[in-house]
């Protein structure tokens, strides 16, 4: 089992980091949270090059404010945008063609325009992860609370994600680390997008899906 210090250690040199570089954004601080970032944007619209992504019709994301990006992209995109809610409180919601999609990609929005969903109810072609730090592996740490691996847990045993969806997170280029230490039930993403760069995990050329 990974050491619970070192995760906290990577953690605290990327929040700080982030900070020293003056690329955190709010909400602040940053320190606990999945970190908001300049360049958000832009690793979102990364997605739009990816052909797992175009050929989507369902996406699952964090609730997070660095992926508020990947969510407007989704629903402008003309996605069906499942929301993990803040701490699962109210479990999942799925928002659908709504007339403001950079309103319903924030909280309050997909929150009053959400309709309740659960695990099963759809196939999830794609996956989004919120990261504090991740590697080119494919491995990654959030804030350590484990919402993340629940969702991905309460879907994939639904059979609503399968080996087929992609798994992706979206960081800025300072989060990406050497190594992440990993758990046994921790799962790798395929696919890493910063403000710069399309970055394929080793796990995505392990199974061939890079491209």
Known sequence: MASSSSKDDIRMRVWRELLRRGVALPPFPIYGRIPNFKGAEEAALRLRAVD???RAEVVLCNPDSPQRPVREVALRDGK???VATPRL???????KEPRDPAYAS???GF????KPVKPGDYEVDVFV???VAVDLEGYRLGKGTGYSDVEFKLW?????ITDRTLR??????LQVVDRVPRDSWDVPVDLILTPTRSIWTVQAKKIGRAT
């Open 52 to 54: 797992d992504y175009s």
């Open 80 to 82: 069906i945008l499942i």
């Open 89 to 95: 409180s109210k479990g999942f919601v799925a928002v």
């Open 106 to 108: 924030t909280i309050r």
């Open 111 to 114: 929150m009053e325009l959400g």
């Open 129 to 131: 992860a919120g990261s």
């Open 156 to 160: 994939s045993n639904a059979g609503s």
């Open 168 to 173: 992706v997170t979206t960081v800025h280029d």
